[in-house]
């Protein structure tokens, strides 16, 4: 029997997840500048997203700038983009299938609750995959950037370190994951099958009554 507290909390973890993935699609902070060099005064820190780059300038003025050219970015900047953009896509369908099956709506009617469950399961392994697919670039862009920090045949203004999007989308990754583990086990089935009696079945049939009353005119001669 479907869990209705499981499959709710699936569904609040799994809007909040999506929320925190889109926020770190579109922010620029998945790069920041790294000062490895010997100076104490830094007047600009240069930010890098999937979609913009920002100069942030100790006045507190921020010019951002987006990409010139999609094809003119590197492939792990394009293969980040379009993980991203499935995986918020797969949450956004999740969502609607896991509302639509979850045991406390009515999108499907009450008598379907088989039905709804299967719906609610398919909802939760679709949400796996949008962690899967938005925990890729993260943890790929993270390995790039600590590669990068550590190669000594790279100059110190080209070297990047984590910015706090990262950090973010590690978080939507693990509630996206979370949010479908929940979701599958609160709708599966238990492990023993409930076989349905029908109110015809649970009728005594024609020979229990003949039956029946062959016993109550022996009990009369009697």
Known sequence: MASTGLQVLGLVLALLGWVCGALVCAAPLWRVSAFVGGELVIAQVLWEGLWMNCLSQTTG??????????????????????????????????????????????????????????????????????????????????????????????????KRELGPALYLGWGASVLLLLSGALLHVGSSAP????????????????????????????KSFV
């Not at 890729?136 to 790039?144: E, H, N, V």
């Not at 099958?193 to 015809?200: D, E, I, L, T």
């Not at 649970?202 to 020979?207: F, L, V």
Request: charged share 15%.
């Open 61 to 158: 003025h921020i010019q951002c700038k987006t990409y010139d050219s999609t094809l003119a970015l590197p492939t792990s900047a394009q293969v980040a983009r379009c993980l991203t953009f499935l995986s918020l896509l797969l949450g956004v369908l999740a969502v609607m299938l896991g509302v639509a099956g979850a045991k406390c709506t009515h999108c499907m009617g009450d008598g379907k609750q088989a039905s709804k469950a299967r719906l609610a399961r398919i909802a939760g392994v679709l949400l796996i995959v949008a962690g899967l697919a938005y925990l890729t670039p993260i943890c790929w862009t993270a390995y790039a950037t600590i590669r990068d920090f550590y190669d000594p045949n790279i100059a110190a203004p080209l």
């Open 191 to 218: 492990g023993g099958r409930v076989v349905p009696v029908s109110g015809a079945a649970a009728k005594p049939g024609p020979s229990t009554g003949t039956a029946g009353e062959v016993k109550q005119q022996e």
